[in-house]
């Protein structure tokens, strides 16, 4: 049984449990709150987007049986968590300049400061391209402030979190900060994804264990 058949295993049997805690035995919970405990830690951090709601099913089931093993009443909904780091590579924009319309409330739109660049040095042209990533900033600049998070990454951490990456050209190395910038965040902990259209930079994604998602990919899961 792979993980995910296991994850959906599990939340069935959460569903299958009373939700008030005046129902919920915690002796009879208790094998099932370690088997999920254990799923969490091995794979919580690298959950797929169409997998959310089952492992959302697991926490909140993991939540009401340590509260009520402890006699409290649990606040579910209190402070949501943040669904994503969603570090977003450049050609994104500019296949859709909505993008950060699609976001989740909860999703945190992290903007390498590589990309921030790129698109300011194309917004001093005059021709379509300039005038796209001038309305692309525009866009930036409105985004609440308090879920965006500009992320500037020097070389020398660059080839700390890419030791086996080299930097060979420019284009390498726009890849490879953004890389960076994504690798810093799980590192932390953090659930962290790239959104990219960069077929090259998506099979570099692979190798580091990062989720990498297209456009298409991106907002089909949504």
């Not at 792979?2 to 299958?16: S, T, V």
């Not at 909904?77 to 780091?85: G, K, T, V």
């Not at 990309?115 to 796209?132: F, I, M, P, Q, T």
């Not at 390498?172 to 799980?186: M, N, P, S």
Request: aromatic share 8%; with cysteine.
């Amino acid at each position: 049984m792979n993980q995910y058949d296991l994850l959906k295993k599990l939340a069935r049997q959460c569903l299958k449990k009373p939700q008030f805690l005046k129902n919920f035995p915690k002796e009879a919970n208790k094998q099932l709150a370690v088997q999920i405990k254990n799923w969490l830690e091995q794979y919580g951090n690298s959950d797929e987007p169409k997998y959310h709601n089952e492992i959302r099913i697991l926490r909140d089931f993991l939540l009401l049986h340590e509260t009520a093993s402890h006699g409290m009443v649990p606040m579910l909904n209190e402070q949501p968590a943040i669904r994503y780091y969603l570090v977003i590579d450049t050609n994104i924009f500019f296949h859709d300049e909505q993008i950060l319309n699609r976001l989740n409330d909860h999703d945190i739109f992290v903007l390498p400061q590589i990309v921030l660049d790129e698109l300011c040095n194309r917004a001093k042209s005059k021709d379509s391209k300039g005038k796209k990533s001038q309305r692309i900033l525009a866009s930036i600049r409105q985004f609440p402030a308090k879920r965006l998070l500009q992320a500037r990454i020097e070389r020398w951490e660059v080839r700390r979190f890419l030791p086996q990456f080299h930097t060979v050209t420019s284009n390498d190395e726009c890849d490879h900060q953004i890389l960076a910038v994504t690798k810093r965040f799980l590192l932390e902990k953090k659930p962290a994804q790239l959104l990219s259209n960069d077929f090259e930079l998506r099979k570099k994604a692979a190798e580091l264990n990062i989720t990498a998602l297209s456009l298409q990919e991106f907002l089909t899961g949504r």
